[in-house]
Nanobody
């Protein structure tokens, strides 16, 4: 599975962005897809994940209630809608794929494939 993240940009605090993760490969629907982020000087942290059918999702407390992860298996794409953005959301966002049926894969080591990252910058 090859992943490509897009949709990042510069936005003011309180604004919204929708990130996309486009995947190639015929077995995309067999993978849980997660989003992680890494800010300068910080470790990569889990943001959200959606299971293979899109029926189950998991969110980090830091984004819960402000973000929605979804997937369209016909388009081989996963989306992360982020609302009410805060300056502390500034980071490079990565999507990743984990072979399995659950959505509670919150650790980076559980993921097999990674995209290249897209920069999100939230100004105050």
């Amino acid at each position: 599975v090859q992943l490509q993240a897009s949709g990042g940009g510069l936005v003011q605090a309180g604004g919204s962005l929708r990130l996309s993760c486009a995947a190639s490969g015929r077995t995309f629907s067999r993978y849980t897809i997660g989003w992680f982020r890494q800010a300068p000087g910080k470790e990569r942290e889990f943001v959200a994940a959606v299971n293979w059918r899109g029926a189950s999702t998991t969110y980090a407390d830091s984004v819960k209630g402000r973000s929605t992860i979804s997937r369209d298996n016909d388009k081989n794409t996963v989306y992360l809608q982020m609302n009410s953005l805060k300056p502390e959301d500034t980071a490079v966002y990565y999507c990743a794929a984990a072979y399995g049926v659950n959505s509670d894969y919150v650790n980076a080591y559980e993921y097999d494939y990674w995209g290249q990252g897209t920069q999100v910058t939230v100004s105050s």
